[in-house]
């Protein structure tokens, strides 16, 4: 286990003017007010605003990609409707709400790396499990850095998602804590060296349970039924105009082709005409990390599709009520969860980074409190062990999560560098954080940028956090003139604990 402070953040201005082999090359990219006039113009059925990734620069754009442009289909059969093969399916159907249980594994952020086929494999694979064990409370979790450096991506290169799902097949991937992922917040490619010396035992393996056929772009029935066994992985053409998305159904409307990405499809609506979607790009892009596009776009969502199932004679044990890297401060209710098991006695193993290890036993019910108060503070990491009641008895251990407690009150310190006082700016630069923070993580890490009479212009965030973070500054958009670039260091609580600001001239070319 490598803890949380060991994985640093650097993200280099040679990351940034590079173009990944996947990404078309263009120069400029569309300004939010462009995008929304356009979109009245032509009365779309989708929204466009200020987003996460809105104002980056077009190179930037093209590292959140990574999915082959060859992999996305749009031939064949792709957008028609067959009536009588779909009039027995639901007019809305969302594995986000099944009887009002939510079995979609939480939104996740791929930074600055094209490890979206990983994303979308791991998650799809962490949804179908939720699904077969009916675990409602993000019971499992996969390692996106393990699947993406030992399968044999790169961020520069991205990867196929047929590589992604047949690796899971062949070798299995372990949780998160066995890989905590950093390729994104680093901004390059990983050695799977760094992964857990014991990954392959902690490893789950996926049978393949659906794909479309070779070579033609699959249906619009097709691809509801194979959605009804659980989430897909499928291939997207991305263009300019996607990066605005705020809400509503997308349809490519303006903007260059920007390259291929992977995501995954969770649900359709009839209404709609549209597909709904997780993308791997945080809560502050789109719907709060999802999105609808309509099944007949040119992006080709639903094209090509994979889908993942369990193996045969499949069980485990589930540790649910805390997810990965969560900060405690509270007293908390875990749960076990057994799948085609028969528990005899199960314990709670919490190990610190010195491997002292403290069990508590859960109660009758499968429960039990785990209270930070009994712990120093610090990073942990919680598994359940159970021997089953069955003969002969068998030993059976869930995933592992990371958890950090806190008890004391957090503290922080930021510096920017790499940017001087009053500096000019007429181009894309990457200043540098340097962060403290005691006794565990921040929750993120934010600049924002004000211009010169205090107005709010400008808001960037890096969610992984470490002793230097690096976050991009694009002056484009930005009126010429003096403005203040605020740093903040932010607690769990979303309290800012410590910052720092300087002064700089956006200027012309």
């Known amino acids: 286990m490598r803890p949380w402070f060991s994985l640093l953040i650097l993200l280099s201005a040679a990351l940034l003017s590079s173009t990944p082999a996947w990404a078309e090359t263009r120069t400029d990219s569309l300004s939010v007010t462009q995008m929304q006039t356009a979109l009245k113009l032509q009365r779309a059925s989708w929204r466009a605003g200020r987003t996460s990734v809105s104002d980056l620069a077009r190179s930037e754009r093209a590292l959140l990609l990574g999915a082959p ?56 694979f962490e949804t179908q499990l939720n699904i077969v064990t009916q675990s409602v409370q993000q019971g499992w979790s996969f390692s996106p850095q393990h699947l993406f450096s030992c399968g044999g991506g790169s961020c520069n290169a991205g990867w196929f998602p047929g590589s992604a799902v047949d690796f899971i097949a062949k070798n299995g991937v372990p949780e998160e804590a066995c890989f905590p992922y950093v390729s994104g917040a680093v901004g390059s490619d990983t050695s799977c060296k760094l992964t857990c010396a014991d990954s392959k035992s902690r490893s789950y393996k996926a049978s393949v349970r659906a794909r479309n056929k070779r070579m033609r772009g699959a249906s619009v029935d097709e691809v509801k039924q194979a959605l009804l066994g659980g989430p897909l992985v499928t291939s997207m053409r991305v263009y300019d105009d996607f990066y605005l998305y705020t809400g509503g159904v997308y349809r490519h409307q303006k903007g260059a082709l920007l390259g291929g990405h992977a995501v995954m499809i969770v ?99 499968g429960e039990l409190v785990l209270n930070p108060s009994e712990f120093a503070d610090g990073t942990y990491t919680a598994q359940i062990r159970v021997m089953t ?28 560098e790499r940017m001087k006082q009053n500096m000019n700016v007429w181009s894309t630069i990457v200043p540098h954080f340097v962060v403290t923070s005691t006794p565990v993580p921040l929750a993120f890490i934010q600049y924002r940028i004000l211009d010169v009479r205090g107005n709010l212009v400008r808001w960037r965030r890096a969610d992984h956090t470490a002793d230097r973070v690096a976050i991009s500054l694009n002056p484009k958009g930005l009126v010429e003139g003096k403005h203040t670039l605020i740093a903040e260091a932010v607690s769990d609580e979303g309290n800012v604990l410590a910052s720092d600001r300087l002064e700089f001239n956006v200027t012309g070319d």
């Open 267 to 365: 649900g359709w609506n009839n209404t709609d005409q549209a597909w709904i979607v997780r993308n791997s790009w945080g809560s502050d892009w789109g719907e709060q990390g999802d999105f609808r596009i309509a099944w007949d776009d040119v992006s080709g969502v639903g094209g090509s599709y994979y889908g993942l199932d369990v193996t045969p004679g499949f069980d485990a044990v589930v540790l649910e009520g805390v997810r990965d890297a969560q900060i405690l401060r509270q007293p908390t209710t875990l749960r076990l969860r057994a799948h085609k098991l028969s528990v005899g006695t199960a314990v709670l193993e919490v190990m610190g980074k010195n491997k002292s290890l403290v069990t508590r036993t859960f109660d009758a019910n």
């Open 389 to 416: 009641s069955s003969s002969p008895s068998r030993e059976k251990i869930s995933q592992a999560r990371l958890v950090h407690m806190r008890n004391s009150k957090p503290s922080a310190t930021i510096k920017i």
């Open 69 to 124: 442009l060859e992999d996305v289909r749009t031939d064949g059969q792709y957008g028609q409707r067959n009536l009588e093969l779909e009039s027995d399916l639901p007019e809305v159907f969302d594995w986000r709400d099944q009887d009002g249980k939510n079995y979609v594994t939480a939104v996740k952020n791929q930074g600055r790396c094209g490890s979206c086929v990983a994303f979308a494999a791991a998650s799809t």
